[in-house]
Nanobody
């Protein structure tokens, strides 16, 4: 399974970005897919997850602003981000795991990871 993120960049507070994650070696409908983010010196945190049924989970601080979605035909995972805040600045990673969505809720270590895309939000 290979994952490759794109779509990161620099925006001002209140702006929007859409991250994409291209999957190869699998399709999103066979795995739990998620977005994580990490700031240097801080623990990685799970931002959003979506399972093969389309059920989703979100970090409380992004609810109502971020939307996770997937296109199984295009083998692509997305994260639409609106109302970005400086505290959203981080490296964002796409991840996949064969377990259920509760694995994301429990903070499990996903099996497959992309290399990350940087999101920077200026005030």
């Amino acid at each position: 399974v290979q994952l490759k993120e794109s779509g990161g960049g620099s925006v001002q507070a209140g702006g929007s970005l859409m991250l994409s994650c291209a999957c190869s070696g699998t399709t999103p409908n066979y795995h739990l897919m998620a977005w994580f983010r990490q700031v240097p010196g801080k623990e990685r945190e799970g931002v959003a997850a979506i399972n093969s049924y389309g059920n989703t989970r979100y970090l409380d601080s992004v609810k109502g602003r971020f939307t996770i979605s997937k296109d199984d035909d295009k083998k692509t995972l997305y994260l639409q981000m609106h109302g970005l805040k400086p505290e959203d600045t981080a490296m964002y990673y796409c991840a996949a795991d064969p377990r259920g969505i509760e694995f994301f809720e429990l903070g499990g270590e996903f099996a497959f990871w992309g290399q990350g895309t940087q999101v920077t939000v200026s005030s």
